[in-house]
C-alpha cells in the first residue's frame, strides 16, 4: 500500500511514517519545510518528503492519506484530497488501525508527564525481555527514537489529548482503546481548544470508558483532578498510587476515592490483579526511593517526586504483567532520561576541591504549564541543595500565551532564585485581553513575599541573554542554570553555554 502523509515534518508524524515503512508500506511525505533532524530522519528512513504540492498527489495517487493534526482546510493536498475523493484518516486512527488494534494497549495520559513516563514504561518491559511497540512524542536522552514495530502482545504510547485532526475534533487518544491506563495528572490546559475545565476532564472521562473490565486504571491520588475524573468511577479496577507523607495526611482524599484509613496501612497495601480498588506508596530521600513494590531503588535515575509518582505506576503495571521485581529495580536505576526533560546540558566542576559539591549545571527542560515549571524547579532545587538557582523561561505554548495561569505563575517561580522571562512567542496568535502580560508577572514576583527571588523581563530570547550575561556571576556555593520552554528558546543554548564556561576561563 502507498500511504501519504500530510505534515510529515512533526516528530510524531515522521515517527508513523518510519513505523509504516518498517510494516512493509510505500511511504511519501509532505511540509511547509523540513528541516534538520526530521528532514534528515526522513531521508535515512528512505521516506520520500516535499514540500506541500498537490503534484505530490497526482503523480504518486496514494492509496491513503494520513492527514496530521496541525493541517487545516485551504492547504493545497487537503484540497486535493477532498475534491478527488481519495481517502484519507488521522494520525491517531492510522495507528490503531495500522499497530494496534491486535495489541494489549498501554496508554499513558495525563496533563504532566506523559512522555517520560511513556518511556519508562518502555524501558522497564525492554529490560524484562520484553519490548514492546512503542509510541512517544519524544527522544530518549541516549538518543533511541520515540517508536518501536514489535511483535509483543504489548504496545506502549503517549496518550495526548489534544484534537485529533481537523474533521475529528475528539482527542487523540480516544482513538487508542488501551486495556492498561496511567493517569498521571488532570490540570486544565490546552485553552486553544478545550473552552473550560469541565470540558477538558470530559475528555478524560471517555477515555477512562473505553478500559475493559479485565484491564486496569492506574491513578495519581494526589491529584484532585484524577480524584475528579474518576468519582463513582466503576468500569474497571482502580490501583492508586501517592506519596507515604499524601497517605498519612490526607485521609479525607483517599475516603473521597473509596481508600478507608486501614488500606493506608502496609501489610493492607499491594498490586494484587483482583482487588476492585487498591492503593501503593513511595517514599524518596535524596537518590534513594522506597516503594512498595519492587522495593527500595539506591540510586533513581530521575530527580522529584513527580518522577518518582510516574516510576510508581510503571512498578505497578510492570507487577501486573509479572515482570521478574529486580529487573524492574535494575530499569528505574539505569533509565537514561528523555532529551529536554531535566536534561543536563553542561556540568562544570568547581574550581577547586574545597567546594566539591560547587560548579555550575545548565538543564534544560520542557516544562510550560505553571505546574510542571513549580515542579521541575523543586526537584532541581532537590536535587542541588545550596546551590542559586536561576530559571529563565519562555512563554511559548498556547497555554502560557494566555492570562488564565497570570497569578500561579508568580507561586510557581517561587522556588528559584533568579527569574529571567522572555515576552510570549508569536503574541500575535492571542488577542490582548487574553495575553499573558509578562511585564506585569515579572513585577508580582518581585513583589511578592519571598523576596529572594528576583525576577527580570526581557522580550526577545536574545534580550533575555543578553540581560543574563550581565546580570550573572557565579556564586561559591554553586549554580543551577534551568532553562524552560516548550519550544527552541530562540536557539540561544549553544550561547548560553559559551557564556558559562567563559565564567570558568
Not at 348 to 360: C, F, M, N, Q, V
Not at 402 to 408: A, E, P, V, Y
Amino acid at each position: 500500500m502507498h500511504i501519504h502523509l500530510v505534515g510529515v515534518g512533526g516528530v510524531a508524524m515522521g515517527n508513523l511514517a518510519a513505523m509504516l515503512q518498517a510494516g512493509g508500506h510505500t511511504v511519501s511525505g509532505s511540509d511547509h519545510a523540513l528541516y534538520p533532524p526530521m528532514s534528515d530522519k526522513l531521508r535515512e528512513w528512505g521516506i520520500d518528503a516535499h514540500p506541500f504540492d498537490a503534484a505530490n498527489l497526482q503523480r504518486k495517487h496514494p492509496d491513503l492519506c494520513i492527514i496530521g493534526n496541525a493541517i487545516s482546510r485551504g492547504n493545497v493536498e487537503v484540497e486535493y484530497i477532498l475534491n478527488e475523493r481519495l481517502p484519507y484518516t488521522s494520525m491517531a486512527a492510522a495507528l490503531f488501525d495500522f499497530f494496534l488494534k491486535d495489541k494489549q494497549v498501554i496508554v499513558i495520559a495525563g496533563t504532566h508527564g506523559k512522555t517520560t513516563t511513556t518511556f519508562l514504561m518502555d524501558h522497564v518491559l525492554s529490560e524484562a525481555d520484553r519490548p514492546p511497540g512503542l509510541f512517544a512524542g519524544g527522544v530518549r536522552a541516549d538518543g533511541m527514537n520515540g517508536f518501536r514495530v514489535s511483535d509483543s502482545q504489548y504496545f506502549v504510547i503517549e496518550g495526548d489529548e489534544y484534537d485529533t485532526a481537523f474533521f475529528d475534533k475528539a482527542a487523540k487518544f480516544l482513538h487508542y482503546r488501551p486495556k492498561y491506563l496511567i493517569l498521571t495528572s488532570v490540570e486544565f490546559d490546552h485553552a486553544d481548544i478545550y473552552e473550560n475545565k469541565r470540558a477538558y476532564q470530559k475528555s478524560f472521562q471517555h477515555l477512562l470508558r473505553l478500559v475493559p473490565g479485565k484491564g486496569s486504571v492506574i491513578a495519581a491520588a494526589e491529584d484532585r483532578g484524577v480524584r475528579q475524573v474518576l468519582r463513582d468511577y466503576h468500569l474497571a479496577p482502580i490501583h492508586w498510587y501517592a506519596s507515604e507523607r499524601f497517605t498519612r495526611k490526607k485521609a479525607s482524599a483517599l475516603r473521597e476515592i473509596g481508600i478507608k484509613p486501614p488500606y493506608v496501612q502496609k501489610e493492607n497495601r499491594g498490586v494484587s490483579n483482583d482487588s476492585p480498588i487498591a492503593l501503593s506508596a513511595f517514599s524518596r530521600k535524596a537518590r534513594t526511593v522506597q516503594f512498595d513494590w519492587p522495593g527500595t531503588i539506591e540510586d533513581f535515575a530521575l530527580l522529584g517526586e513527580h518522577n518518582t509518582a510516574n516510576a510508581q505506576a510503571v512498578s505497578i503495571l510492570a507487577a501486573k504483567l509479572g515482570l521478574d521485581p529486580e529487573r524492574v529495580r535494575r530499569a528505574l536505576q539505569n533509565f537514561p532520561g528523555v532529551l529536554r526533560r531535566q536534561q543536563v546540558r553542561l556540568d562544570l566542576p568547581a574550581e577547586s576541591t574545597a567546594a566539591a559539591d560547587a560548579g555550575i549545571t545548565f538543564i534544560e527542560d520542557f516544562a510550560h504549564h505553571p505546574t510542571a515549571v513549580r515542579a521541575t524547579i523543586k526537584a532541581v532545587r532537590d536535587a542541588y541543595p545550596g546551590r542559586t538557582i536561576h530559571a529563565l523561561f519562555e512563554p511559548r505554548s498556547a497555554t502560557s500565551h494566555r492570562k488564565l495561569f497570570q497569578k500561579t505563575y508568580v507561586n510557581a517561580f517561587r522556588g528559584a532564585d533568579r527569574v529571567y522571562i522572555c515576552d510570549v512567542f508569536n503574541p500575535d496568535k492571542v488577542s490582548r485581553k487574553e495575553r499573558l502580560d509578562v511585564r506585569r508577572l515579572v513585577n508580582e514576583i518581585n513583589r511578592s513575599r519571598k523576596k529572594k527571588t528576583r525576577a527580570y523581563f526581557a522580550g526577545t530570547p536574545d534580550e533575555l541573554l543578553t540581560r543574563f550575561r550581565k546580570q550573572f556571576q557565579p556564586h561559591e556555593d554553586g549554580d543551577v542554570v534551568l532553562a524552560m520552554s516548550n519550544g527552541a528558546f530562540g536557539g540561544i543554548y549553544p550561547d548560553l553555554e559559551q557564556i558559562l564556561h567563559s565564567c570558568r576561563s
